[in-house]
Nanobody, 124 residues
Framework: QVQLVESGGGLVQAGGSLRLSCVAS????????LAWFRQAPGKEREFVAG????????SVGDSVAARFTISKDNAKNILYLKMNNLKPEDTAVYYC?????????????????WGQGTQVTVSS
């Protein structure tokens, strides 16, 4: 059974930083891609960043590419998202997602497992 457990969200002032973590279990990591999405109230779920577990090839959304970094710890099966220079528009629930192929698509329809999400709130 796949489990994705996010943590690290919280309330931060604009310009601050947070690091989100996603502990993954139950996956066959060979060929797996893990990604971060976010969803603000009244908006569609948005791709933030993703990475192939085997190739280490990252993909980061244009709106956050200059400020967010995705990384992983293969030994601990943890996915990270380091967010710098946070802005109020980054406020959302951030989700960890998994798919069993190596590409990193931006559409959430290609991901079959999801975590429960962690709230990030950025105050101005």
């Amino acid at each position: 059974q796949v489990q994705l457990v996010e943590s690290g969200g919280g309330l931060v002032q604009a310009g601050g930083s947070l690091r989100l973590s996603c502990v993954a279990s139950g996956l066959t990591f060979s060929g797996t891609t893990l990604a971060w999405f976010r969803q603000a109230p009244g908006k569609e779920r948005e791709f933030v960043a993703g990475i192939s577990w085997i190739t280490d090839r990252p993909s980061v959304g244009d709106s956050v590419a200059a400020r967010f970094t995705i990384s992983k710890d293969n030994a601990k099966n943890i996915l990270y998202l380091k967010m710098n220079n946070l802005k109020p528009e980054d406020t959302a629930v951030y989700y960890c997602a998994a798919r069993s192929q190596g590409a990193v698509p931006a559409s959430p329809i290609y991901y079959h497992d999801w975590g429960q999400g962690t709230q990030v709130t950025v105050s101005s």
